[in-house]
């Protein structure tokens, strides 16, 4: 039967329309495991300070929520949060919101946010089709958009209820750089102007626009210097740049940044670069070749060193700000280590480990070399944007185990050329054969590429046995294909596996076996949370370790004096050695900021590694950044160097604040284990003179205490303590006929 | 005659008006209390009497098991008769004093104490100091407001009052009158005595001096007191021990021995033959020994201690000064002396004085802090303007911003005001002022009003042509775009223009 051509093309456009339905379907359902396993909650930490901020956002205006200045954080400093955030994901999340109530949908805000994520991947795979197929065919996007679609390594970020800028920002990631490759390939300022809106949109949803910032101008950079310049990418660049800098410097907390800070002076300078060629190319059409090359040559090279010299000075001068940590720490895995613990202390910040990259991306990630193998020959001008990604996006990737996640749309995207291509030679089982040579397609020129269609070459005359290769080419094909499908079958089985067992937890909600297999919720971190929002009362002002800032602000809407937005080390310092210091010296700290609760979460009652203890040299390293004199490292392990909290814990350790907070109470009268750190805790009840405890979950997961009043006659509280336990009291007449050491009165 | 019971019962009403303000926002208690000032019901009666009522509940049932199952406890007739008109007319919710005696103790010689002390002491309950059926708390409340200690002549006070009873009694704000003779004195109080600083001196140990006219056993010592915010009283006739004090400085010295005396153990001076008529190290030397010595806890809960027996009948007559001295202390103590509360706590920008207390501040702006003082006057029976010209305002975030002294402003009917403005400083956060009052002998006043302050929106800077220094851009940008447009002009016709020329010539 003949089909029209326009008969095929509906049956394409129906089949394509289809099979992208069903991947964004596959890829929003395998990211509900965490609402059909748990609830719809809210995931882990970040995501309670977006959900927070959205939900003033969603009660106030956008005006207050643009200059929200929030009291409830960091005490007593304050957070200029409307300033110091990235609006993108509330304000997303606010309009869908408001739309939605427009068509009479009162959906909650919250069930807004935990969907936000999964709604957009299915938008990513979409962005994905779109940018792959300009990489080669439809076919390949198709497949890319279903890798992008269930890849463990975007899913870790995405799943429902995590609820975090990258929820959005791979998306906006994906389809600047689709925006891009079309103005660069179509030299329209139209659609520089697009990438430009969308470039501008990624800017307010997530600090790693930087990348974006980067990526682009090193993409132009690399064609100028491969001789490849020419007025498209003059026109697609100019238009990016000038527009998108001045759109990303309308986010508050961007503002200046754009032509102040280091990150950005490289789009600036392929900026002035671009403008040099330009003008260079425009002399090279007036003058002979020998003249161009030894007068604009020698100038460009002339006006280039006298840029970077520029750039030098200023930002040796201070007029440009340096590089900030955060980006020394991508170049030297060891430099955060040394001078900024905050930053080193994150595990998300950690190097990543060799099995993560499989873990993640399973078998693409050995597609991955063989899609930009396959690139390389081809080599188009947005082909070399690919290969840049590539190498950027895996050198980040191994910096940086968060950056995993830029990473893995470039390895969709190579892998899904890679399997297209061998789609496109080993998936043809027409009678015609093909030359054996051939296993490197040749590209369809742009737009007219149709999925499927097979290339052909014209030696066909010459081959001699037909029908013997036809049918060993069958074998083959059939064993390369039946394989790849075996593969593709395995990383479906893998990614669904991946997500449902390592990325689908709340982190709020631990869950546990019971010993007959059934599943057990633990629940003591909303259970202490829950606590403190009822019987605490409304400006209660709690201490915790940073980590817990944005859960106790959002689950239990009490005041933290520090949270995850660690925009203050002094401040994180000082809780820091507060915690590691003994109480004498931590009661004035807790005094001074108002303190009147400390919640510690104390794994080693159930074996929870995650716990403060396990945490708490990072308080001490950070605490001793600021104060090298008063806490060192080195006193709170053992003379052996070993980190122990029994009974040879060293005095440090065993007087830290954090140390008693946790085990107080714990292994009195008898030893106890420690689950987590396997050391038996030694039967010698705590004293805790300062604080008392107030509250301590079901699994002894969480603790809270209580930070007591100064005393009432004016004693020190251990005194007093140590009166109403009747420790003081001496017996007989003696005991009065002795002066006690009293200063005395003047 | 309401009116006047009414009045009456404002007296421990105030006393507790610290409490009352900490309730609720400030102008939710003030407005009423102005206004209904007139009609005599002002919040704090409203709040406290509920309060009270829930005591006094238990009290009453307690009083009433007590006075059906001990047969010893006594309410002391002559008490009772003397005081029974006035209990009648009061009503029931009122200071409940307990007098706490042993079997030795003759109330009928204290006679003119309690006649002094009869309008600071509500009701009185005379307590045998074997009842074993007393105690200081009903279901955790404290049963009674003040606690008047006899010097017993048993050693132990029993389990009612151990040092740690009688501390969470004063931690709950209950306020301890304590008199003690150097035979007598419990250990439980000298324990409780010992938290506070004050070092008694152990039994059988007596202050002398050998200078000035101090009797035939050098041991009657005339003193002024030396706290005239207490009590001015002079000629004090005073015979007894005396403590050495810690530099708390909650402690407020009523009396100071004279830099001759000294106390040491008279017994073992009399026991000891051989060497009678010297005697061991004294115990304290000099104006260290303080035979009177008052405290008050953070809670303003309030301590005075007098190591001697000076409140008979007999001393009272033939001292005056020991009657003058002796009334200050108990309405020192019983909080009708010395009370300064905080009638209101405001701060507002100085540019909108109407609004008042707002949550939330922008930096630089001006500020007006203010608060009224008053002062309970026990001769008035009534709230009087409290002067002073050392009142201080902290505005603190983690350290000090400002230390301002306050300017009295004012005076409403009850209270001065006392008042500052300045500038916000230049930082955002939540700040706070720290109102810190505490002068000896007087109530201490410790509040903290908390306020944010925010930084500036983006609206409210000045707009970019209001800056002069901006002009220079904004003319700069204007020129380009200008320049531009005339580009394209001149670009799209003239060059044409001249093209066509061109190319017709």
């Known amino acids: 039967m003949q089909l029209s051509a326009s008969t095929v093309k509906s049956i394409n456009l129906l089949l394509k329309v289809s099979i992208l339905l069903t991947i964004a379907g596959a890829a929003v359902s395998s990211r509900l495991f965490s609402v059909i396993r748990f609830e719809s909650i809210i995931h882990e930490f970040d995501p309670w300070f977006n959900f927070r901020a959205s939900k003033y956002l969603v009660n106030n205006s956008y005006y207050k929520f643009l200059n929200w200045f929030d009291d409830k954080t960091w005490y007593p400093l304050g957070r200029v949060t409307g300033g110091t955030l990235y609006p993108g994901l509330m304000v997303t999340s606010g309009v869908i919101h408001k739309l939605l109530r427009m068509v009479a949908l009162p959906i909650d805000i919250r069930n807004i946010c935990v969907m936000m994520a999964p709604a957009f991947s299915g938008l990513t795979a979409y962005a994905t089709y779109l940018f792959t197929s300009e990489m080669k065919d439809q076919s390949a996007g198709l497949l890319a958009a279903a890798f992008i679609g269930i890849a463990p390594g975007y899913i870790s970020r995405s799943v429902a209820g995590s609820y975090d800028n990258e929820a959005i920002a791979i998306f906006l990631l994906m389809i600047t750089f689709y925006t891009w490759i079309k103005a660069l390939k179509m030299g329209s300022a139209f659609w520089g102007a697009v990438c430009a809106a969308f470039y501008f949109y990624m800017v307010a949803a997530w600090g790693g626009y930087v990348f974006i910032t980067n990526m682009i101008p090193l993409h132009v950079f690399v064609l100028i210097l491969m001789g490849r310049y020419n007025d498209r990418i003059y026109v697609a660049y100019s238009t990016w740049y000038a527009l998108g800098t001045l759109a990303s410097m309308q986010i508050p907390f961007v503002g200046f940044l754009p032509i102040r800070s280091s990150e950005h002076m490289a789009a600036l300078g392929v900026f002035g670069l671009v403008q040099l060629a330009a003008f260079a190319n425009y002399i090279k059409s007036q003058v002979t070749p020998k003249q161009f090359k030894y007068t604009v040559g020698l100038s460009l090279v002339g006006l280039i060193a006298i840029a970077f010299a520029g750039l030098v000075g200023l930002t040796v001068s201070g007029v440009i700000a340096p590089w900030t940590g955060r980006f020394y720490s991508l170049w030297d895995t060891g430099y955060a280590k040394i001078h900024i613990p905050i930053i080193a202390s994150v595990s998300e910040h950690q190097p990543t480990a060799w099995p993560a990259f499989f873990f993640d991306t399973q078998m693409l990630i050995w597609l991955f070399p063989a899609g930009v193998y396959l690139i390389f020959q081809e080599l188009r001008d947005e082909h070399i944007f690919v290969i840049v990604y590539s190498i950027l996006g895996s050198y980040f990737a191994g910096v940086m185990v968060r950056l995993m996640l830029t990473l893995t749309p470039v390895i969709c995207v190579s892998a899904a050329i890679a399997i297209s291509t061998l789609l496109d030679v080993y998936g043809d089982f027409s009678t015609k054969t093909k030359g054996d040579t051939v296993l490197v397609p040749k590209y369809q020129p742009l737009g007219h590429e149709k999925p499927g269609e097979v290339v052909e070459d014209d030696e066909d005359d010459e081959t001699v046995d037909k029908a013997a290769k036809f049918t060993l080419g069958l074998v083959a094909k059939g064993a390369v294909i039946v394989s790849f499908l075996f593969y593709l079958g395995m990383f479906v089985y893998h990614c669904t596996w991946v997500t449902s067992n390592a990325y689908s937890s709340p982190s709020v909600v631990l869950a546990s076996r019971m010993p007959d297999g059934s599943q057990h919720l633990i629940d003591d971190y909303r259970e202490a949370y829950y606590w403190l929002r009822m019987n605490t009362p409304e400006d209660a002002r709690i201490m915790s370790w940073w980590d817990y800032g944005y859960q106790i602000g959002g689950m239990a809407d009490r005041t933290t004096l520090v949270d995850n937005n660690t925009w203050n080390n002094t401040h994180i310092a000082t809780v820091g050695k507060a915690m590691s210091s003994s109480e004498e010296v931590a009661y004035p700290i807790l005094r001074q900021h108002d303190v009147d609760y400390v919640l510690v979460i104390f794994g080693g009652h159930l074996g929870y590694s995650g716990d403060d203890i396990n945490k708490f040299l990072w308080m001490v390293r950070i605490a001793e950044g600021i104060w090298p004199d008063e806490i060192k490292e080195r006193n709170y392990f053992t003379p052996a160097g070993e980190y122990k909290v029994d009974d040879k814990a060293s005095e440090a350790m065993k007087n830290s604040l954090m140390y008693k907070m946790s085990y107080y109470r714990f292994a009195e009268g008898t030893q106890k284990p420690d689950r987590v750190r396997n050391q038996w805790i030694p039967p010698t009840p705590i004293e805790l003179n300062t604080l008392e405890e107030a509250y301590t979950t079901e699994n002894w997961l969480v603790r809270l205490y209580k930070v007591k009043d100064l005393d009432n006659l004016g004693r020190d509280l251990k005194s007093a303590k140590s009166f109403d336990t009747g420790k003081a009291k001496k017996k007989g007449k003696a005991a009065y006929s002795e002066k006690r050491a009293f200063e005395l009165r003047e | ?505």
Do not use: C
């Open chain 2, 1 to 505: 005659m309401a009116n006047n019971e009414r009045r009456k019962k404002n007296a421990p009403m105030g006393k507790r008006i610290g409490h009352v303000i900490r309730r609720g926002p400030f102008h939710q208690i003030i407005r009423p209390f102005r206004q209904n000032r007139n009609l005599q019901v002002s919040p704090f009666s409203r709040v406290w009497t509920r309060f009270e009522f829930h005591l006094s509940s238990g009290h009453d049932t307690n009083s009433t098991a007590l006075h059906n199952t001990s047969p010893t406890m006594l309410f002391v007739r002559t008490l009772v008769l003397a005081m029974a008109g006035l209990v009648a007319a009061k009503p029931p919710v009122e200071a409940r004093t307990a007098v706490i005696v042993d079997k030795n103790t003759d109330l009928a010689q204290y006679s003119q104490f309690f006649d002094d002390a009869e309008h600071l002491l509500d009701t009185v309950t005379v307590i045998d100091v074997k009842d074993k059926s007393f105690d200081l708390f009903t279901y955790g409340y404290q049963a009674y407001d003040m606690v008047i200690l006899f010097p017993p002549q048993v050693k132990s006070l029993g389990p009612a009052l151990t040092s740690r009873k009688l501390l969470e009694f004063f931690n709950k704000g209950g306020h301890i009158l304590s008199i003690t003779s150097p035979e007598h004195t419990p250990e439980s109080i000298r324990d409780f005595a010992q938290e506070m600083g004050i070092s008694m001196a152990p039994k059988f140990h007596k202050l002398v001096d050998h200078f000035g006219e101090t009797g035939p056993n050098h041991d009657s010592l005339t003193l002024d007191t030396v706290n005239s915010v207490i009590s001015s009283a002079e000629n004090v006739v005073y015979s007894g021990s005396a403590a050495y004090l810690s530099n708390n400085p909650q402690l407020v010295p009523l009396l100071t021995a004279p830099s001759t005396s000294y106390v040491y153990d008279y017994k073992e001076d009399e026991e000891d033959e051989e060497n009678a008529g010297t005697m061991g190290t004294p115990w304290i030397t000099g104006s260290q020994g303080f035979p009177a010595v008052g405290f008050q806890g953070k809670n303003n809960a309030r301590f005075a201690w007098v190591g001697g027996d000076i409140m008979t009948n007999e001393q009272y007559t033939a001292h005056p000064g020991n009657r003058q001295f002796m009334k200050d202390v108990v309405e020192w103590v019983s909080v009708a002396k010395n009370v300064i509360s905080p009638e209101y706590i405001r701060h507002n920008l100085a540019a909108t004085p109407d609004v008042l207390n707002e949550k939330i501040y922008k930096v630089n702006e001006d500020i007006t802090y203010s608060v009224a003082l008053t002062e309970w006057d026990n001769v008035k029976e009534d709230w009087v303007p409290f002067i002073a010209d050392d009142v201080q305002i902290e505005f603190t975030m983690l350290n000090p911003y400002y230390r301002l002294t306050l300017e009295q402003t004012g005076t409403t009917n009850f209270s001065a005001i006392y008042s500052t403005t300045f500038k916000i400083p230049d930082q955002h956060g939540v700040f706070t002022f720290n109102l810190d009052y505490k002068r000896p002998g007087y109530t201490f006043i410790e509040e903290k009003t908390r306020a944010t302050i925010r930084h500036t929106a983006n609206d409210e800077w000045p707009r970019s042509w209001e800056i002069t220094n901006s002009w220079v851009y904004l003319t700069s940008a204007v020129m380009v775009v200008i320049a531009w447009f005339l580009f394209v002009v001149f670009y799209l016709f003239v060059g044409k223009a001249d093209k066509e020329a061109v190319h017709k010539q």
